[in-house]
């Protein structure tokens, strides 16, 4: 499928409060050409949200058109600075990339998440980054 890239874009200095999702990068498991890089996430606060970190390659509503296919964007250079706060589910940080074009240069630094019923957790898939400063729930770069 032939699509457009998504570059240089930054989220900064943002609250989400009791929101579906926070910091979500979605693609649609299909074939694509397209792309997003140099995406910057910083000093955000997480109130209460159901996905605070989120990348989903997989995403195929209802399985409709697109079970058993994967993702043809290619998800490069992601920087998430200074996030804190709740998450409203177990899994605060979840990145579920492409088998195909895994997420690349994905990189936290100084993320504090928690859950007020369980320790939180994270959900690695397909996925290569870094780690700085404190990040918690404990990782799975």
Same mark, same amino acid.
Request: zero cysteines; glycine letters at 8%.
């Given at each position: 499928?032939?699509?457009?890239? %998504?570059?240089? !874009?930054?989220?900064?200095?943002? @609250?989400?409060?009791?929101? #579906? &999702?926070?910091?979500?990068?979605?693609?649609?498991?299909?074939?694509?050409?397209?792309? %997003?890089?140099? !995406?910057?996430?910083?000093?955000? @606060?997480?109130?209460?949200? #159901? &996905?605070?970190i989120i990348i989903d390659q997989n995403y195929c509503p209802h399985n409709l058109n697109c079970p058993g296919q994967v993702s043809g964007v290619k998800i490069?250079?992601?920087?998430?600075?200074?996030i804190r706060g709740t998450s409203a589910t177990p899994v605060a940080i979840k990145f579920e990339c492409s088998t195909k074009y895994p997420c690349k240069g994905i990189k936290l630094q100084n993320v504090n998440l928690t859950n007020l019923k369980k320790v939180a957790q994270s959900s690695c898939a397909n996925v290569i980054g870094t780690t700085m400063g404190l990040v918690k729930p404990d990782n799975c770069l």
């Open positions: 499928m032939e699509e457009e890239g %998504v570059q240089n !874009v930054t989220v900064k200095n943002t @609250v989400f409060k009791g929101t #579906q &999702n926070g910091l979500r990068i979605k693609s649609w498991a299909r074939p694509s050409n397209g792309f %997003v890089k140099g !995406v910057q996430f910083i000093d955000i @606060v997480m109130q209460n949200v #159901q &996905n605070p490069n250079d992601v920087l998430y600075q200074n």
